[in-house]
């Protein structure tokens, strides 16, 4: 990137998303960011708060990422379907952008999230409703797959599985087949269409 020229917010947020995946979402700063776009860091501040406001674009970003991926795979799905291809794009998402991922999971600046991290969360939501789950309880429900599945995930990028057998995808499958057990046994649940009788 030419130093200076073409420097906007949109620019140097997808920059500092690339960063973020390939060094880790807290490592991500102004000064990390200048030094790969080749500017000095007070360059930056014409167009960035600080590190805060930085990492809270890139959350921004990628909770956007993430809905569009979303919104495709769950066209037309319902029950064990929709819960498959829900936690698969979690899962491809947090392997292909790990930082980006990272950024789904920290409480950032509400207003500017706001918009995004409520469409992922309606979304997570219509994949469970084939589940017939109250309205009160798809909240607990949508808190419970996100927990397990990210749970299951930084133990993966961690290494937590290297050193272990079976393979890890054997247990994604058991994982999966769990989380649809427990989404049909759910207090008061009565499964409509594509949850398994």
Known sequence: MNARAGLTVPVLTTAAAELADEVGFDQVTVSALARRVGVQPASLYAHLRGSDDLRTRISVLALGELGDRLAVALAGRAGREALQALIDVMREYAHAHPGRWAATQVRVDITQAAAVGARVSALMTGALHGYGLAPTELPHA?????????????????????????????????????LDGALRAWPGAHPTTGARP
């Open 142 to 178: 949508v808190r419970f797959v996100g927990s397990t599945v990210n749970g299951f995930l930084h133990l993966r990028a961690i290494g937590g599985f290297d050193n272990s057998v079976p393979d890890p995808e054997h247990s994604w499958a058991r994982m999966a087949d769990a």
